[in-house]
């Protein structure tokens, strides 16, 4: 499955996370970090709860075409979740898209939300 990751060297301490692009196909390395992902948007959430600007963020794309930028902001779009900023960029992305997501889409029971 595109995106799916696994270790190189069967896991061995020290080896490089390899995923597969899913546009691409192309194999694609990134050195280990010492945190989880989860850690990482604990992070991002704490310094967004310190509210130094709007305490809301939003994830889009660069309006000059320079990437993505996922930032505290005063737009109404904003949201006070680092996590929901995501999640309502890759549900925007799937609704745009005519292909198949990379990703599940959260469900209730047996009904998608």
Known sequence: MPGRQYRAAHGAAGSRVIWICPECRAEVQQP?????????LNYLQRRLDRANYTG??????????????????????????????????????????????????PTVGNERL
């Open 32 to 40: 280990e970090t010492e945190f989880s992902d989860t850690a990482l």
């Open 56 to 105: 809301r963020c939003v994830l889009r794309e660069s309006h000059r075409g320079h990437g993505f930028r996922l930032h505290e902001t005063s737009a109404p779009n904003g949201v006070p979740s680092v996590r929901e900023a995501i999640a309502a960029e890759m549900r925007a992305e799937r609704a745009a898209s005519d292909e198949e997501p990379d990703f599940e889409p």
